[in-house]
Nanobody
Framework: QVQLVESGGGLVQAGDSLRLSCAASGGTFTGYTVAWFRQAPGKEREFVGNITRSGGYASYTDSVKSRFTISRDNAKNMVYLQMNNLKPEDTAVYYC???????????WGQGTQVTVSS
């Protein structure tokens, strides 16, 4: 089974950009659809977007479309979340999660904190 580790979070100002990374180990990486979720203080975990096993297609929740881009490098077992034009409401702990053959997201990283100041 796959293990996931996120990195790249931090404190930025509104309008800045940040790239999060999700490093996978174990398992067959190309067998997993990978998603990014986030959880803000006092709120439920929210789906941000996901990317297909080949990396050929990504989908996003409406609030991040045109600002966030998910990509993956299967040769390196890595998934990235490029976040541009960040807003204070993007402040959250960001998690990557993997779903074997696109079924349930049963594998989760520990999360990385993103804080956007106004």
């Amino acid at each position: 089974q796959v293990q996931l580790v996120e990195s790249g979070g931090g404190l930025v100002q509104a309008g800045d950009s940040l790239r999060l990374s999700c490093a996978a180990s174990g398992g067959t990486f190309t067998g997993y659809t990978v998603a990014w979720f986030r959880q803000a203080p006092g709120k439920e975990r929210e789906f941000v977007g996901n990317i297909t096993r080949s990396g050929g297609y990504a989908s996003y929740t409406d609030s991040v479309k045109s600002r966030f881009t998910i990509s993956r490098d299967n040769a390196k077992n890595m998934v990235y979340l490029q976040m541009n034009n960040l807003k204070p409401e993007d402040t959250a702990v960001y998690y990557c999660a993997a779903a074997w053959l696109g079924f349930a997201y049963n594998y989760w990283g520990q999360g990385t904190q993103v804080t956007v100041s106004s």
